[in-house]
């Protein structure tokens, strides 16, 4: 196993939207970062935001050699419009050896090729963005971030039937089968939750536990 910096360079090849905000977070994270897309007009649009922008076609091999993507330990495929292209591209990096391979999936069939081909991280941004808003439309989640075992972590409202009650005498464990990780008092930043912690009508809370048993707390009077 390779072991990798965790401020190592990312190369990201695409640069529609969710290339873009990828790039733009990395560099707003002060990480090096190569953008490549074959459209001159973005390369020209990113060269002065990124460390490094480049003019290229991925899809093909000598290009990427050519622009120094084989040291690179981390890369990002971020092109999605074209199935065939996205799975070309993550080929060309497997075959680079690029350690950690991202890549972004428009369908379950694509994510699969892409998996199958040796990429490490398939992401499906459409799909996950949709299922995020639809637990924030319930109006007591604020924010639900979801991993792959069904385990979630959302910031919500606390119920009334936990408010102005230490969390061991409301047994949020025990009852509901979710833990209270963090709160946040109005004008104070988020601390470690404990037992004895006791909630405020005017807290924010942090919740874990799987996607069901949190839901149903969210639902709770």
């Known amino acids: 196993m390779v072991d990798i910096r965790s401020d190592a360079p990312v190369i990201v090849i695409g640069l529609g939207r969710f290339g873009a905000s990828t790039a733009g977070q990395l560099d ?9 897309d074959t459209d001159p007009g973005l390369v020209q649009k990113w060269s002065d935001r990124v460390t ?21 330990q981390i890369a ?9 292209a996205s799975v070309l591209i993550a080929a060309n990096l497997v075959d680079l050896g690029i350690p950690q391979i991202w890549a972004k999936a428009i369908s379950a069939s694509h994510g699969k ?5 040796g990429v490490n991280h398939v992401i499906y941004p459409e ?6 808003v639809a637990h924030l439309l319930s109006g007591s989640m604020l924010d639900f971030i979801q991993f ?20 061991s005498e409301s047994g ?26 006791v909630i405020s009508p005017h807290d924010l809370i942090i919740v874990s536990g799987t996607a069901a048993d949190v839901e149903r707390f969210a639902t709770i009077g």
């Open 172 to 197: 949020v464990r025990t009852r509901y089968r979710v833990t209270v990780v963090g709160v946040k008092a109005p004008g104070q930043p988020f601390s470690h939750a404990t037992q004895d912690t």
């Open 113 to 117: 090729i892409l998996e199958r081909i």
């Open 127 to 132: 799909r996950e963005a949709g299922e995020r």
């Open 52 to 72: 490094h922008a480049v003019q290229a076609d991925a899809r093909s091999m000598e290009a990427l050699r050519q622009i120094g993507a084989d040291e690179f």
């Open 148 to 167: 792959d075992d069904n385990y979630v972590i959302v910031k919500m409202y606390p119920p009334r039937s936990i408010r102005g009650r230490a969390l």
């Open 76 to 84: 990002v495929v971020a092109t999605g419009a074209s199935i065939e």
């Open 28 to 36: 707003r994270q002060d990480r090096e970062v190569l953008v490549v």
